[in-house]
């Protein structure tokens, strides 16, 4: 375990953006996650998990806290006849994850290649791309209680994935030690999203899980910002569900805005659709940050870019969809240091 004082987060985070913590601790083990929260009691600090950084905005000020970034990244594959099962310490890369998976030819992340971040914060923010969401996956997470030190299993059946969400972002002290997910030997390649079939058509071989990860960080790479074009946390808003009959009112407006019914009735649509055609604000920017043109849902900060920028900027679309279709957006990135 390492403890430093008044380190800078920006390098921790993806945008490239935020002030310093006032402690700093990296834990490798169970008891470094103990020690922290000694640290942090003592200090009369909260306790601020932190991941691979990319799917939050660091306040330029820094944060008042005890930051404990989540170092443990073994990584375990335990196979029987059907499935394999994915044993990770969760502060390990995602992407090192997919490519372990992908190695062995097991099914069920491929779709998922290229997401920035740590498995542990996958499970929170139940990520998802190209048809797949980890929810999919997951058998279960340990965490210890950022507050008590209990130790839990978190289940499947108790996770409580949504849209962007877990029961993991509704109870902030669970801390997340270890992720476990089921991976399958059968081929189950999932194809149906609109750019996977463009690829197929292309002829793109997607029969293994290599060949669909390796299609999928191609795609990936023509819609996100490259590093040299500065720091991006990916979506910075989610897609807002809606019901069917505002759907319906926004679709009679904004001829060919796609609308993806939910199972319970609700209806999702597409920010970067209403973005780029209702609003035309791709390249959209304030300051140093801006609305990215070739996917207007990604925020990307030149080198330079504040927390204020990209909070002003946010703020504004905030603004300006609301005005234009009575939405009112709520955030994938989240404010880092501000708990419910
Ligand atoms: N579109 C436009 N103009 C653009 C870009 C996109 O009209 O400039 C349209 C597309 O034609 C498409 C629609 O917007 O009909 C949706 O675009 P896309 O397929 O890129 O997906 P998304 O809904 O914008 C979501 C996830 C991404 C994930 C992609 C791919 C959220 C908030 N975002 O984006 O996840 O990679 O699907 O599956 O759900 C993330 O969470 O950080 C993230 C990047």
Redesign the pocket.
């Known amino acids: 375990m390492s403890i430093a004082e008044d380190v800078l987060l920006a390098p921790f985070t993806t945008f490239k953006i935020g002030g310093p913590a006032r402690v700093f601790i990296e834990s490798y083990t169970e008891e470094d996650v103990d020690a922290a929260r000694d640290e942090a009691a003592r200090r009369a600090l909260p306790l601020l998990p932190l991941g691979g950084g990319?799917?939050i905005l660091v306040p330029d000020e820094g944060v008042e806290g005890l930051v404990l970034k989540i170092a443990f990244r073994d990584l375990m594959l335990e196979k029987d006849r059907d499935t394999t099962l994915l044993v990770a310490g969760a502060g390990l890369s995602w992407n090192d994850a997919v490519d372990a998976a992908c190695a062995l030819g097991v099914f069920g992340i491929e779709?998922l290649a290229g997401?920035p971040g740590t498995i542990g914060g996958a499970a929170v923010?139940n990520?998802?791309?190209?048809?797949a969401e980890l929810a999919d996956v997951f058998e279960y997470a340990d965490t210890v209680d950022g507050a008590t030190g209990a130790r839990t299993r978190i289940d499947r059946a108790h996770a409580a994935f949504g849209?962007?969400t877990s029961f993991f972002k509704e109870h902030r002290t669970h801390i997340i030690t270890r992720v476990v997910l089921r991976l399958h030997k059968r081929a189950s390649p999932n194809i149906g999203?609109?750019?996977l079939a463009q690829a197929q058509e292309a002829g793109v071989p997607l029969e293994t899980s290599a060949q669909v990860a390796h299609a999928i960080r191609a795609?990936?790479a023509r819609?996100?910002p490259r590093d040299s074009e500065g720091g991006t946390?990916?979506?910075?808003?989610?897609?807002p569900i809606i019901s069917p009959e505002r759907a319906e009112t926004l679709a009679a407006r904004y001829a060919g805005m796609?609308v993806f019914p939910q199972e319970n009735g609700d209806a999702?649509v597409?920010?970067?659709?209403?973005?780029?055609?209702a609003l035309a604000l791709?390249g959209y920017a304030v300051g140093r940050a801006r609305l990215?043109?070739?996917?207007?849902?990604?925020i990307v900060a030149r080198a330079g870019a504040t927390a204020a920028e990209i909070e002003t900027l946010a703020c504004d679309v905030e603004e300006r969809v609301f005005a234009a279709t009575g939405i009112t957006l709520e955030r994938?990135?989240e404010r880092f240091g501000l708990r419910k």
Do not use: C, M, T
């Not at 946390?233 to 897609?239: D, E, M, R, Y």
């Open positions: 990319s799917n779709n997401i923010q990520i998802g791309a190209y048809g849209y962007r999203y609109a750019d795609i990936r819609k996100f946390a990916g979506s910075f808003f989610k897609n796609p999702k597409s920010l970067a659709w209403l973005l780029d055609h791709r990215y043109e070739r996917q207007p849902l990604v994938e990135v």
